[in-house]
């Protein structure tokens, strides 16, 4: 069993930063790629960038530039660095961590990140 805790989100001006972070606490867990997901008042939940216990990354073609995944792997500890947003922006920020060697997903509460002036 895997529990995320998240934290960072809140309200900021266009323009702005903000970092999201999200730990993630278990026994004796291999914890493969982690990664963010957002997901937007009447839309779907999209990806937003994800990062591989090497250190690979990939992002989604809308934050390329202003956003950037990094990782503790000691501490289990996935941060989204967040730079030059923007009102759409705005969503719920999830964290996602998969288990090595298995189809095992956990996610995290969600952390709300508003962009408004």
């Known amino acids: 069993q895997v529990q995320l805790v998240e934290s960072g989100g809140g309200l900021v001006q266009p323009g702005g930063s903000l970092r999201l972070s999200c730990a993630a606490s278990?026994?004796?867990?291999?914890?493969?790629?982690m990664g963010w997901y957002r997901q937007a008042p009447g839309k779907q939940r999209e990806l937003v960038a994800l990062?591989?216990?090497?250190?690979?990354?990939n992002y989604a073609d809308f934050v390329k530039g202003r956003f950037t995944i990094s990782r503790d792997n000691v501490r289990n500890t996935v941060y989204l660095q967040m730079n030059s947003l923007k009102p759409e922006d705005t969503a719920v920020y999830y964290c996602?961590?998969?288990?090595?060697?298995?189809?095992?997903?956990?996610w995290g509460q969600g952390t709300q990140v508003t962009v408004s002036s």
């Open positions: 278990g026994s004796r867990v291999n914890i493969d790629t």
């Open positions: 990062i591989t216990t090497g250190g690979n990354t």
């Open positions: 996602r961590v998969s288990i090595a060697l298995t189809m095992i997903v956990y």
